[in-house]
């Protein structure tokens, strides 16, 4: 299920510099979307917070106020939250013991991790049901 993943690569690219940017503290987005078909998940939004819960090197949450807002704007705009991506510190694109507990718990599709090693990323987009990576399409 849900093996590819459709979206702009303007807007992974600048999650990319995010990452970079708040390095070395992790930084998190929602993830707006459409479902295309069983097979595919349309990325239409990275929705960005301006104050998170925590933040440390190897944690982020956002604040329940911030949270609500996301799910009001999803609302509004006929969206579903299809996922969350995070940035991974000095650690590898891949999820942890607690990004998939969290990513079961939340009901969220789309797991996206942007590892960051010495200025370089690589980013990648897992879905709980599967072992592979998820195939990216840009738009
Ligand atoms: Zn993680």
Redesign the pocket.
Known sequence: MYSKVRVKRGALNYFRRMARKSYPK?IQVYLLGKIVSMDEIHVTDFVYTNKYFKQTTNTVVWTQEEYNKLKLRAELEGKKIVGDA?S?PDWDAV??P??YAGAIIESLWLCG?CSIHVNRTRFRFWTPTSALPCKIIYS
């Open positions: 992790e995070h991974h999820m942890s607690t990004d991790i």
